[in-house]
Structure formats: structure tokens, C-alpha cells
């Protein structure tokens, strides 16, 4: 099974940019979707962006559509986050989860099984 370690969170004022990464160990993330969650505090866990395995297609919600890009990168075995123009509501731990199940990408939580332990974006006003 693969492993999954979230980096790049940190503190950022609004209208900056972060990139966080989803490293993957154990197995090559080439052959898993992988989808970007954030939960907020108090928050239920919500879907950010998701990636399929092969054919690049990408899924965005639409409260960051235009502003983060999702990307794999399979030779370094990670899928990025591109966060730019971050607003305050955007302030939440952020997890990334994979899937070898998925035929394309999934944007509920239950569709993916593996899980990273999450990054924390603070983005002050």
C-alpha cells in the first residue's frame, strides 16, 4: 500500500501563494488518483481538487477554481497543490488521499483509501 506525507503548509498572508506537495512512498503514485481535502476548524472535511492516474484529468471545486492548480509530477512521485490569490477562508489543515480504485477521480471522501496526515495553511487578512 502507499504512504502519503503532505508538505508546503505554512503561514501566508491573503493574496500569496502556496505549493504543497503529496509525497507517496511504499508504491509508485503513478498508479493511484489522488484528490486534495481541506477541513477547516469546525468544519466538515471538504474536496479541494483531484487528479486522475494517467490522462491528467483534473476536477476543481468551485470555491478555488481559477486560483489553485492541481499537478502530478510521476517521476518524483508526488502531486502538488498551486495555491495563489489565498484568501482567509481558505485557512484549513489540508489532505491529500489516494485511490487505485477510482476509473477517473472522486471528489467524496469515501472514494479514497489512503491518507496523508495533513498540512496546516493559515492565511492571514
Known amino acids: 500500500q502507499v504512504q502519503l506525507v503532505e508538505s508546503g503548509g505554512g503561514l501566508v498572508q491573503a493574496g500569496g501563494s502556496l505549493r504543497l506537495s503529496c509525497g507517496a512512498s511504499?508504491?509508485?503514485?503513478?498508479?493511484?488518483?489522488v484528490g486534495w481535502f481541506r477541513q477547516a476548524p469546525g468544519k466538515d472535511r471538504e474536496f479541494v481538487a483531484a487528479?486522475?492516474?494517467?490522462?491528467?484529468?483534473?476536477y476543481d471545486a468551485d470555491s478555488i477554481k481559477g486560483r489553485f492548480t492541481i499537478s502530478r509530477d510521476n517521476a518524483k512521485n508526488t502531486v502538488y497543490l498551486q495555491m495563489n490569490s489565498l484568501k482567509p477562508e481558505d485557512t484549513a489543515v489540508y489532505y491529500c488521499?489516494?485511490?487505485?480504485?477510482?476509473?477517473?477521480?472522486?471528489?467524496?471522501?469515501?472514494?479514497?483509501?489512503?491518507w496523508g496526515q495533513g498540512t496546516q495553511v493559515t492565511v492571514s487578512s
Open positions: 487528479i486522475s492516474r494517467t490522462e491528467g484529468y483534473v
Open positions: 488521499a489516494a485511490s487505485d480504485r477510482l476509473v477517473r477521480i472522486g471528489v467524496r471522501l469515501d472514494e479514497y483509501v489512503y
Open positions: 511504499g508504491h509508485t503514485i503513478s498508479s493511484y488518483a
